[in-house]
C-alpha cells in the first residue's frame, strides 16, 4: 500500500504499510511482519464560528448617491385596428386600475380602453376620431 523510511535513534527502518482497516494496521518492518492496534485521541467537533458584525448606520440617500427607484411608465396600447371614439381621461388625472380610459370602435364594435395598472395619465398619444393600428400607444401612465 505504502512504503516509507524511518530513521529511529540511528537505525534505519524500511515499513510498509499492508492493509488498515477498523484501526488494525498491517505492516512489515525490515521484512518482519506486524499487526497493530491503533488508538486515536478522540478529538471533539470544532465549534462553528459565529460571524458577529456591528450595526452599520443607514447612510442617508445622498451620502449613498442613490435615488429613489422611478417606476417605469405603463403604454397602454390598442389590441385592434380602429377608430377613437371618446377620450375620458386628460393629462394629470390620477386613474385605478380598470378604469375607463378611451372609447374605441374596432370591428364595427365598442371597446373601452382600460387602465391596466393605477397611475397618473402623462400622456394621451391620440385624438378622437384619429385610425390607430394594432399595438398602438394610446395613454402613457406614470
Known sequence: MKKYKFIIKGHDYEVDILNYENGIVELEVNGTHYSVEVQREVKEKPKTPRL??????????????????HTPSIHIKTPLPGTILKILVKVGDKVKKGDTLLVMEAMKMENNIMAEKAGKVSQIKVKEGETVLQDEVLVILD
Do not use: L, Q
Not at 52 to 69: L, N
Open 52 to 69: 458577529v458584525r456591528t450595526a452599520m448606520p443607514t447612510p442617508s440617500p445622498e451620502e449613498s448617491g442613490i435615488s429613489k427607484a
